[in-house]
């Protein structure tokens, strides 16, 4: 039996930290594109320029790469929208945070639809531990969307009976839905009808509207 070393467990060097994430990125691509099953150690060996042994130097399998690959997207989406929900303090704003969701898709051609989501779909029924850290992944990513809402509560856009759990919660299964259809019709219409309902269903909280 092949025995591996075990993965360093010391604080990373400089040079350290950056061979880790130029195997992790490289991970992501390939699982991106061919799904985890569809992605070899290997392969990602390769994309990335590394030794089998460095990639066993910082993870034990594929399954610790695999939740390495899923905090990076996490970090990577969830934190892109961060920043622009952090910011919302109108209408116009939200709306805007929709315009990029969907400059973004058109810019993949369409192709992939979320990480996150063909992630869940591939790994949630038979992972545990996959499935635990994007299901933080998704709850960080309505905490976003939660806490953007409740800025604009706090700065008078919408009125303090709106709910942004349950309304965050409604946009990001719209967000999810209408990039799954995305993918498979190769077309933003569904992505952009299901943003829109749910903007419109919030500006129906807007002050002074009759609700």
């Excluded at 996150?116 to 790994?123: A, M, Q, V």
Aim: proline share 3%; net charge negative; aromatic share 4%.
């Amino acid at each position: 039996m092949v025995t591996r070393p075990e993965p360093d467990t010391q604080p990373l060097t400089a040079k350290g930290q950056a061979t880790r994430e130029r195997i992790v990125h490289a991970a992501a691509e390939l699982m991106f594109r061919h799904g985890v099953a569809g992605t070899s150690t290997p392969a990602i060996r390769d994309a990335a320029g590394v030794s089998s042994s460095q990639i066993y130097h910082y993870f034990a399998d594929k399954e610790a790469l695999t939740r390495a690959v899923i905090e990076y997207e996490t970090r990577r989406i969830v934190g892109a929208h961060e920043q622009l929900l952090l910011r919302l303090d109108s209408l116009a704003a939200l709306r805007a945070w929709r315009d990029v969701v969907v400059r973004t898709v058109r810019g993949t051609h369409y192709a992939g639809g979320c990480p996150l989501g063909s992630l869940s779909s591939e790994l949630a029924e038979h992972d545990p531990d996959a499935r635990e850290a994007l299901a933080a992944g998704f709850t960080r990513w309505s905490g976003a969307i939660r806490d953007g809402l409740r800025h604009m509560i706090e700065h008078d856009v919408l009125r303090a009976d709106a709910d942004a759990d349950k309304l965050s919660l409604a946009m990001l299964a719209a967000l999810q839905g209408g990039l799954l259809l995305t993918q498979a019709q190769r077309d933003c219409a569904a992505l952009e009808a299901a943003l829109d309902t749910m903007i419109e269903r919030i500006e129906q909280y807007a002050v002074g509207s009759a609700g």
